[in-house]
């Protein structure tokens, strides 16, 4: 059973920087598309980023320009590089690993991220 961590969560002022980590404990993110998604409170779960095992990426309009998504494929993880935070990005990040002859679909426990004004 392969288990995704997230991790770089935290508390950050609007303008500032995070790192988000999507560690997985197989070799499965190189070769699976790996989505991060957050959800904030009240609100649907939004799609943010993703990044394909071919290493195509695409992103939300709301974090164009702002938010980068990357993979280690030594290290297993999918980083996503948040810049220029804004309180309305506060919510619940969670990564997503899709992949395999099965469709299989690896969740993390979700790590958070709170912007303050």
């Known amino acids: 059973q392969v288990q995704l961590v997230e991790s770089g969560g935290g508390l950050v002022q609007a303008g500032g920087s995070l790192r988000l980590s999507c560690a997985a404990s197989?070799?499965?993110?190189?070769?699976?598309?790996v989505h991060w998604y957050r959800q904030a409170p009240g609100k649907q779960r939004e799609l943010v980023a993703t990044i394909t095992s071919g290493a195509s990426t695409n992103y939300a309009d709301s974090v164009k320009g702002r938010f980068t998504i990357s993979r280690d494929n030594a290290k297993n993880t999918v980083y996503l590089e948040m810049n220029r935070l804004k309180p309305e990005d506060t919510a619940v990040y969670s990564c997503n690993a899709v992949g395999g002859p099965r469709l299989d679909n690896y969740w993390g426990q979700g790590t958070q991220v709170t912007v303050s004004s």
């Open positions: 197989g070799s499965i993110l190189s070769i699976y598309a």
